[in-house]
């Protein structure tokens, strides 16, 4: 599944790995794995993971390469999440990887659930000033023409390794000393690239925390927290969630 939007973020290469070992050990606590009634397909070239067809489609569960879970398993794991953080310990286990491509402002916000969480970014230390900025590198296109062409003129003197000069505060500045001057000029609005990883527990959590967010990036369709609600038996288990709150 991909989630493009026309503010410049972007969801792309999602998938989800661990179904098979966490509907295996939700049943651990009272050893009742032969009454397990789900099908993995551990033949599958992906090893059960429900990514082998994209987009995701509800109407393929039980399809050759998507994990079906049975009702028996489904009504426990549902009471596991009713029963809180201490007995829904499987929905850890379930992992999300996607590459997600959002404004700088929301990186602040999504680093909320640092724990169990992995952010690999598209580095402004290594890449940032290797080549003119455009409006495309910023959420709605919003950049001021002035803030783009001071941005593009210290990337100009620190690709030929010259200095610049900052004419408001008369300081010079070249080498590492530019680099860092110039992301500190970033706007919130850049966009920023990384692969980010997290599991279904995190995923719950942020959903419902940020569901009616007054950020767009999280509540509006196809952003974040609808891309969440779309991963393979997440409206179940939000569903579930809800009944706990509730």
């Known amino acids: 599944m991909t989630t493009e939007t026309n503010r410049g973020m972007s969801i792309t290469n999602i998938r989800v790995f661990g179904f098979e070992p966490a509907f295996r050990d939700l049943r651990n606590p009272k050893e009742s794995w032969d009454r397990s009634d789900s099908k993995f397909y551990l033949d599958s070239p992906y090893n059960e993971t429900v990514s082998a067809v994209e987009p995701w489609d509800s109407s393929r569960i039980g399809a050759p390469e998507l994990p079906f879970i049975g009702p028996k398993d489904m009504k426990l794991a549902l009471n596991l999440i009713v029963g809180g953080g201490a ?122 925390d940020r569901k009616d967010h007054r950020m767009e990036e999280w509540s509006e369709p196809d952003c974040i927290c609808d891309t969440i609600a779309s991963l393979p038996y997440m409206k179940e288990f939000i569903e579930a969630m809800g009944k706990m709150r509730g």
């Open 87 to 208: 007995h829904r310990k499987f929905l850890r286990e379930i992992t999300v990887w996607w590459t997600i491509t959002i404004p700088r402002a929301l990186w602040q916000e999504l680093d909320t659930y640092k724990v169990a969480t992995v952010r690999n970014s598209c580095s402004t230390m290594h890449k940032l000033g290797s080549r003119d900025l455009t409006p495309q590198d910023f959420a709605d296109e919003d950049v001021s023409p002035r803030v783009l062409d001071g941005l593009n003129e210290m990337g100009v003197a620190y690709r030929n390794k010259q200095p610049y000069t900052n004419f408001v505060t008369g300081r010079t500045y070249e080498g590492v000393p530019l680099l860092r001057h110039m992301k500190f000029r970033l706007p919130e609005g850049f966009l920023q690239r990384a692969g980010y990883v997290f599991n279904y527990e995190t995923a719950l959590k942020m959903w419902y």
